[in-house]
């Protein structure tokens, strides 16, 4: 059951909004009810808005805590004029502060994304993206010079998903490369890897976690059999051990983390721009 | 030339320090530099940071800014002592009179994505992202009743970074079908899409748009000519309409916008949980 409902107000898709307000709520024992409001754009909007938190006030008893990332004045005022929940304005409370530092004003303009399609980060994203894609799984050879990062590890080491990850948020064109018993047995990065060797990183994982999510696949396959996943994880180790190639383990790590990690040791510069 | 350096620093992953502090340095006309530092989950490392943060305020002569997401009381204390930057508490600032309106105390406990393997949002994710890309551009209308949206439109109009972005932050399972001039000919919906008719949410483009991005792929091509494109995008938007999908134009979105746009009409409970 829910007891108390929080919002989030913005005048662009309230992602940022959310995201931060998330990261706040997740310091408390409470499962509170979420509700994000995006492109609260005009005053109109703003009115709705607040008869909406209002309501929602009266229903449940309980002021609702409504974060907002308003920049347009005339919205933020209109919900700050009318609105009865708690309002925790995160831009205001950390822009004025900033104007007096920089001795320069904000301009209070609206949305990270203004018309994406003539950006060029925006572009590189996309085609980041593509490539990604194109360089699932060892797909393609093709262009590996292109790739920003390589990615090896054993089938459903979590190599798929931390490729579109990088592309999609950090923009980097991330190939990625299974490892296999045949591998293995010659003990050498596969060939055509070679020459990127300074781009490659490798996930690892416990293989009581990959023969779970392997039989998930494939049940009761050899494929996912514990002993298989050992012997493939222990070969695919010690073969990037050999061959120095960094690595980390995805056991009990998000995407984000392992995405994290990757910039730390492989593209420090995507941490300082 | 940066002439002001801006840290993030976090003792998760930084995202959430790097998303909002972002968000807010967008209001201001200034570029400077940006380094953020994950992991920052011990005195130790603090002591590190300041060091850092304290060498780069010296050689620029600038107070550098320093968003902070620090949820381990000594190690913000370690930053609060040392730092001579402009110190911006994120969590403290709205925690502190959280704690005031729930009458709750704060765990202060780090990062949101603590043993991911085990949280069942965080697995759906995964399936999202494995289903959306076993999906794309229509390549299996296998269990697409277990699709939670259908994307359509001409080939290039953003269904594939859209499908990836919803599968991946929003854990939606997304299939993406292309529309093709057979499809228009037949003046119908792809039949396999008939039945699913609620979930399927449509993409156009621009016809100058469209060819500048095809023309990327295959230059001087019929596929990207511009009577071509205005050929498909009409007929695109001709089904659409009589088949009452909605649909959106993507010339002048980003993903996130697109992505927002869609939960509100489709999945308007993937706002509110």
New interface residues.
Partial sequence: MHS?TVFFVSD?????AE??G???L?????KP???????VDTVDKAHQAVRQINHCGEVEGK?P?VFT?L?NMEVLKTLQDGCQG?L?D??G???H??EQ??G?K????VG??S????SKE?SD??AA??FS?AH?DGQSHHDLAGADVILVGVSRSGK??TS??LA?QCGLKTANYPLIPEDFERRQLPPALEPHRKKIFGLTIQAE?LAEIRNERRPNSRYASLDNCRAEIAGAEAMMRRSSIRWLST???????I??TIL?ELRPER???
Same sequence: chains 1, 2.
């Fill in positions: 108390r662009g898709t309230g992602i940022t995201t931060f998330n990261a706040i997740a310091q408390f024992e409470m009810r979420h509700v994000r409001l995006p492109f002021k805590i990332t920049v708690m925790l995160m831009f409370t950390f822009v502060p900033l530092e920089l320069i904000s301009h209070h303009r990270r994304f018309d994406a399609s003539h925006y994203r996309i993206i593509n894609l699932d798929t998903p579109l990850y999609m976690r056991t009990t790590k998000s995407i984000e983390e995405a994290t730390q941490l300082v721009y």
